[in-house]
C-alpha cells in the first residue's frame, strides 16, 4: 500500500504565479480531505470531497483557491494567483468513507513557498 | 460547535520519564476523539481514537488516553518516554454524524531529554 501520494513535495514560487498541488489518495477510500498548517494558525481543514463530490468548502480562503476531484484516484488544489500568505505545509488525507470515526490517512504534504 | 484545545504548546520530558499531553474537548453531542502524531516533515498518523466503546483506549508506540466525559478531557499519557517519541501531536475532535470533519487543537510538541 502506498499510502496517500502528494506531489510536488517542495513547490518554491513567485507571487502572481499559479501553484498546483496533487494528491492521491489511497485505492478504494471514498473520501478526500485538503488541509493547510501554519504556525499561527494550526491545521485548517480547507474542502473535503465524498465520492469526488465536494461537501464543504468552508475553510477555502478565497476564489483564489479551488479544488477539483475528476475521478477517485485524483484531486488537485489550485491557487491562482499565489500570495506570500499563502505559504504553508500543505496536507491531502483521505478515508474510507465519510463515517465519523473512520481514521483519515495523510500524505506526506507539500510545502509552499510563495516569495 | 465542537473544538478542542491542548493546553501547553511544548512539553519537555526526560527520557524514562512520564508523558503527560492534555487535550480538553467541548461538544454538545457525544463526540468521536482522536490523537494523531506528527514526526519532522511528515504527514500526521492516528495513534488512537475514542469512538463509545471503553473510556481507556490503547494506541500504538505505548500511548494511552482516557475519556472522562466529566472532565470534558481525553489526555494521552505514556508511562515511560522514548527519544523517539519526540515529535508534535494534535488532538482532534469528530461530533458523531458529522461526516468526518476533524477539527484539531493547535498541537503540543513534545521534547524528550536523553
Known amino acids: 500500500d502506498a499510502g496517500v501520494i502528494q506531489s510536488p513535495r517542495h513547490e518554491v514560487t513567485e507571487m502572481g504565479q499559479e501553484v498546483t498541488l496533487r494528491c492521491k489518495p489511497i485505492?478504494?477510500?471514498?473520501?478526500l480531505f485538503w488541509y493547510r498548517q501554519t504556525m499561527m494558525r494550526g491545521l485548517e481543514l480547507l474542502i473535503y470531497f465524498n465520492n469526488n463530490v465536494p461537501i464543504d468548502d468552508s475553510g477555502m480562503p478565497e476564489d483564489r483557491f479551488s479544488a477539483k476531484m475528476p475521478n477517485a484516484s485524483f484531486s488537485t488544489l489550485k491557487i491562482q494567483p499565489s500570495e506570500p500568505r499563502d505559504s504553508a505545509v500543505y496536507f491531502c488525507?483521505?478515508?474510507?468513507?465519510?463515517?465519523?470515526?473512520?481514521?483519515?490517512?495523510f500524505g506526506p504534504g507539500t510545502r509552499l513557498t510563495v516569495l | 460547535a465542537q473544538s478542542v484545545t491542548q493546553l501547553g504548546s511544548h512539553v519537555s520530558v526526560s527520557e524514562g520519564a512520564l508523558v503527560l499531553l492534555r487535550c480538553n474537548y467541548s461538544s454538545s453531542v457525544p463526540p468521536y476523539l482522536f490523537w494523531y502524531v506528527q514526526y519532522p516533515n511528515q504527514g500526521l498518523q492516528l495513534l488512537l481514537k475514542?469512538?463509545?466503546?471503553?473510556?481507556l483506549v490503547k494506541g500504538i508506540n505505548g500511548f494511552e488516553a482516557e475519556f472522562k466525559k466529566s472532565e470534558t478531557s481525553f489526555h494521552l499519557t505514556k508511562p515511560s518516554a522514548h527519544m523517539s517519541d519526540a515529535a508534535e501531536y494534535f488532538c482532534?475532535?469528530?461530533?458523531?454524524?458529522?461526516?468526518?470533519?476533524?477539527?484539531f487543537g493547535k498541537g503540543t510538541k513534545l521534547s524528550v531529554k536523553p
Open positions: 482532534a475532535v469528530i461530533t458523531s454524524g458529522s461526516q468526518g470533519n476533524l477539527i
Open positions: 485505492s478504494g477510500h471514498n473520501s
Open positions: 475514542y469512538t463509545s466503546a471503553a473510556t
Open positions: 488525507a483521505s478515508a474510507e468513507r465519510a463515517r465519523s470515526y473512520n481514521e483519515q490517512f
